[in-house]
T-cell receptor, first 112, second 114 residues
Framework: AQSVTQPDIHITVSEGASLELRCNYS??????LFWYVQSPGQGLQLLLK??????LVQGIKGFEAEFKRSQSSFNLRKPSVHWSDAAEYFC??????????FGAGTRLTVKP | DADVTQTPRNRITKTGKRIMLECSQT?????MYWYRQDPGLGLRLIYY???????NKGEISDGYSVSRQAQAKFSLSLESAIPNQTALYFC?????????????FGPGTRLLVL
């Protein structure tokens, strides 16, 4: 069965520091992978997605993620965090048409 | 205007009451989904619909029912609400015609069952 694990429940980084959020997945075939962000009181916004091809995926707001099949991982990165990046981040594994599974989320706090 | 809207945004109800959460979209997508979000559990799929005549159960459908009244409208009902259905509910849509089909989410409905 497909599943997603986000090992870090809560991460705190200083503004301007780099960020990496971890995501490990279990999926029987080539996975469809997604990162969403949820700001307080808001819905989920798509940051980026991986379907095939280049394993380094660029997204919105300066985020990127790298698909590593050998490690079953799809970690999210940003070189320099801004205070507005404080939110909850969800990794998800497809298929997007139906039984998509989400991780439990990682809450990001940004220190000034 | 938002592409995916949910009404109401907040709802308080009592155990045993029937309630309906509504979702409308202007994206022209054919597929629609209902999820619930609980702290520490992420999002879990309740029901999904590929078109008006195609309804499918998700991971946690017990205690819920849905209706796809039109391509743009997908409602979630709790026939007899119970306190453990207190959660944040999200509607999502996707377009099956896209090679990289992606789900887009509404703003959520916060439900409290007393």
């Amino acid at each position: 069965a497909q599943s997603v694990t986000q090992p870090d429940i809560h991460i705190t980084v200083s503004e301007g520091a780099s960020l990496e959020l971890r995501c490990n997945y279990s999926y029987g075939a080539t996975p469809y992978l997604f990162w969403y962000v949820q700001s307080p009181g808001q819905g989920l916004q798509l940051l980026l997605k991986y379907f095939s091809g280049d394993t380094l995926v660029q997204g919105i707001k300066g985020f990127e993620a790298e698909f590593k099949r050998s490690q079953s991982s799809f970690n999210l990165r940003k070189p320099s965090v801004h205070w507005s990046d404080a939110a909850e981040y969800f990794c998800a594994v497809g298929p997007p048409s139906g039984d998509m599974r989400f991780g439990a989320g990682t809450r990001l706090t940004v220190k000034p | 205007d938002a592409d995916v809207t949910q009404t109401p945004r907040n709802r308080i109800t009592k155990t045993g009451k029937r309630i309906m959460l509504e979702c409308s979209q202007t994206k022209g997508h054919d597929r629609m989904y209902w999820y619930r979000q609980d702290p520490g559990l992420g999002l879990r799929l309740i029901y999904y619909s590929f078109d008006v005549k195609d309804i499918n159960k998700g991971e946690i459908s017990d205690g819920y029912s849905v209706s796809r009244q039109a391509q743009a409208k997908f409602s979630l009902s709790l026939e007899s609400a119970i306190p453990n259905q207190t959660a944040l509910y999200f509607c999502a849509t996707s377009d099956s015609g896209l090679a990289e089909e992606t789900q887009y989410f509404g703003p959520g409905t916060r439900l409290l069952v007393l």
